[in-house]
């Protein structure tokens, strides 16, 4: 059965920092590209980040470059985000989704609040 | 970037009744593979994103076969032949042709 597991999220102040997990199974992982998807509270879905499955190309929202970062450990089925200078529009729940293009497994999400 | 704007937001409808979602995108959505990467979400009330249909119209295994999908180019449909009480949630469409991916506003299907 596949499954994507968040986890990571947290309260963190303004200008702080976090990493956000997502542990992946039951598919070959390193054949998938993976995705951050982001929704702050009551709003709608919005992209973050996509990887491909070696994680030689990656790929960011314009909004978000230079402060995330996108990586994998194909040894560890594991997906990660790095979020520096977190600002409280990063308030969001946090998906992790197989897949670039195709996104057809959606983890739970883990939440992120960005407040003093 | 591709905008995606959907129609109507908010959708109220009988129990039995069929409904429909619009999605238009700014920009075709076919890519040079010859794909079209348009996908719909459920998202239920306190739960994740849910794949229902992928390239246009390809329903997921498991998803009821009164969702369908259609259109091409910049013009898409989801379609309901007749709602029940579980498909009460909010339903986006998104396109993964053009980077930065984007979706739609989302439309809130709700029973009235």
């Known amino acids: 059965e596949v499954q994507v597991l968040e986890s990571g999220g947290d309260l963190v102040q303004p200008g702080g920092s976090l990493r956000l997990s997502c542990a992946a199974s039951?598919?070959?992982?390193?054949?998938?590209?993976m995705s951050w998807v982001r929704q702050a509270p009551g709003k709608g879905l919005e992209w973050v980040s996509l990887?491909?499955?070696?994680?030689?190309?990656?790929y960011y929202a314009d909004s978000l470059k230079g402060r995330f970062t996108i990586s994998r450990d194909n040894s560890k089925n594991t997906l990660y985000l790095q979020m520096n200078s977190l600002r409280a529009e990063d308030t969001a729940i946090y998906y992790c989704?197989?897949?670039?293009?195709?996104?057809?497994?959606w983890g739970q999400g883990t939440l992120v609040t960005v407040s003093s | 970037d591709v905008v995606m704007t959907q129609s109507p937001l908010s959708l109220p409808v009988t129990l039995g009744q069929p409904a429909s979602i619009s999605c238009r995108s700014s920009?075709?959505?076919?890519?040079?593979?010859?794909?079209?990467?348009l996908s719909w979400f459920q998202q239920r009330p306190g739960q994740s994103p849910r794949r229902l249909i992928y390239?246009?119209?390809n329903r997921d295994s498991g998803v009821p076969d009164r969702f369908s999908g259609t259109g091409s180019g910049t013009d898409f449909t989801l379609s309901i032949s007749r709602v029940e009480a579980e498909d009460v949630g909010v339903y986006y469409c998104?396109?993964?042709?053009?980077?930065?991916?984007?979706f739609g506003q989302g439309t809130k299907l709700e029973i009235k």
């Open positions: 989704s197989r897949g670039g293009r195709l996104n057809d497994y």
């Open positions: 039951g598919f070959t992982f390193n054949n998938y590209a």
């Open positions: 990887i491909s499955g070696t994680g030689g190309n990656t």
């Open positions: 920009l075709s959505l076919v890519y040079s593979d010859g794909n079209t990467y």
């Open positions: 390239n246009v119209s």
């Open positions: 998104m396109q993964a042709t053009h980077w930065p991916f984007s």
